[in-house]
């Protein structure tokens, strides 16, 4: 007996009206995206692997898939290497290529093959799926699509605050009311780590905090020792669990903190420009909060960073986030071009509207007509006239077998058709058709042009 199929975990099927839905997210995103003056570009689902080592942390890089190398890949792998079982020594050997884990560096790395050709600054947007070797759960695939919008060549904060609204605009069409569009600048962690003394473990620093939702204060701390963060210097963070009030009683309170580092001072500075600005323009539906424990673990992030929670009471993992880089195509060689983004994560926003019941009546896609197949000569007439219906824009079909009648009528009913045409030798002699209206039951004998207008009037 042959095995039963089945998918990798972390993958999904999706069904017509699944994918009907995801395509109304999308459609919805995309809208907005053109409408703040993005523009589209592609890139490959695989990279080569020097373009995306090193760019996401060491755990970002523990989650990319990499991709074995085409033909006999051991042949050049070090004999030593493979008896040893190195696999970090090996795997350069054996593979050169991995998909990609995010859409942001191969953007980087587009920008900087492509900086001839762009108009700076150069909005782009991008919606394909992603990659991550991750531990499958609720809202968490290994296979997922981003919707990433980037500008880069401009460091005007006005760009963080065009893609709050943009957030806003998103989620306010999609019947989302409720987020939360958290706000943080990575000045201000630097900022912290150089007065905590702690300013070499910034990264260490900087990848504990972000696990603050998944493991605790004490998680967070126990996981800060273990990187070599003396207990002092994380005694010094505890204010950052307790800030309270408004995102301008936040400001102050870190303003304070920070007094005595530069860099922190101008963090604070940057973010009450955009609070005090969305303030100023009003949110539709989201809510702007400044969280100072916001880290987003990404190496790359040099300002600004975002994170959007869905409405309370919804138990999911961000659906958005993003942040400002100074210097992302650097690591390509191409110096000082700053760039801010952000990204929706279309599959956990699926599962939001989902359980919220945002979708509404979500029907099937299905034909808006299917014409019974009575044989050659009945399917050829009937064909000729499903091509006409087609250019008008007539969702239409034929039955493609010349099976008993209910059995037709059954395929109609179950897909919810709303007509069914009839084409006998008597429609073909008197060259008409039988429509018959598969909700009240009721049929009529009519030309072309009165079928037509049936079908579009109803």
């Excluded at 589209?40 to 991709?67: H, Q, V």
């Excluded at 990433?148 to 957030?167: H, N, R, T």
């Excluded at 359980?355 to 808006?368: A, D, I, S, T, Y």
Aim: with cysteine.
């Amino acid at each position: 007996m042959a095995q039963k199929p089945s998918i990798p975990k972390g993958t999904r099927d999706f069904s017509p009206v699944e994918v009907a839905k995801r395509d109304y997210i999308f459609g919805t995103i995309k809208d907005v995206f053109q409408t703040f003056g993005f523009q589209a570009i592609e890139t490959p689902s695989f990279e080569n692997s020097s373009t995306l080592m090193g760019k996401y942390g060491e755990e970002g890089d523990r989650l990319i898939f990499k991709i074995l190398n085409s033909g006999d890949y051991l042949k050049k792998a070090d004999a030593e290497l493979l008896v040893e079982k190195d696999s970090k020594k090996l795997i350069p050997q054996i593979s050169e290529k991995a998909l990609r884990y995010d859409l942001t560096v191969p953007f980087a790395r587009y920008v900087v093959q492509h900086q001839n050709e762009l108009e700076l600054p150069f909005k782009r947007f991008q919606m394909q799926p992603v990659w991550r070797a991750d531990r499958p759960q609720k809202g968490r695939f290994r296979e997922f699509y981003q919707c990433d919008a980037d500008v880069v060549g401009s460091k005007s904060l006005w760009q963080e605050i065009d893609f709050i609204q943009l957030y806003d605009s998103v989620f306010t069409k999609l019947g989302l009311a409720g987020t939360t569009i958290k706000l943080n600048n990575r000045k201000i962690l630097s900022g912290i780590a150089e007065i905590i003394g702690a300013k070499d473990k910034l990264i260490d620093f900087t990848v504990a905090l972000d696990k603050l939702d998944k493991i605790g204060v004490e998680g967070v701390a126990k996981e800060m020792l273990a990187k070599g963060i003396s207990q002092s210097a994380i005694d010094k963070t505890t204010p950052l669990f307790s800030f309270e009030g408004s995102n301008t009683d936040k400001l102050n309170q870190l303003e304070a903190m920070l007094v005595d580092s530069e860099e922190g001072l101008q963090g604070v500075a940057d973010l009450r420009f955009v609070v005090d600005t969305i303030e100023t323009l009003g949110l539709e539906t989201a809510t702007l909060t400044l969280d100072v424990t916001l880290a987003r673990g990404l190496n790359y992030y040099t300002g600004a960073i975002f994170e959007v929670a869905a409405p309370e009471g919804v138990k999911m993992g961000s659906i958005g986030g993003g942040g400002r880089y100074d210097d992302l195509t650097g690591i390509f060689g191409l110096k000082d071009l700053s760039g801010v983004g952000i990204s929706f994560g279309l599959d956990r926003i699926y599962l939001v509207l989902e359980e919220l019941n945002l979708f509404g009546e979500f029907e099937q896609p299905r034909p808006e007509v299917v014409f019974i197949n009575f044989g050659n000569e009945e399917a050829l007439y009937a064909t000729k006239v499903i091509q006409k219906l087609r250019k008008e824009g007539v969702k239409t079909e034929l039955y493609p077998d010349a099976a008993k009648m209910k059995k037709q009528m059954n395929y109609a009913n179950k897909r919810k058709i709303p007509f069914v045409v009839i084409v006998g030798s008597k429609e073909i002699e008197a060259n008409s058709y039988t429509i018959k209206n598969m909700q009240d039951g009721s049929q009529q004998e009519c030309n072309y042009e009165e079928l037509l207008q049936v079908v579009i009037n109803s």
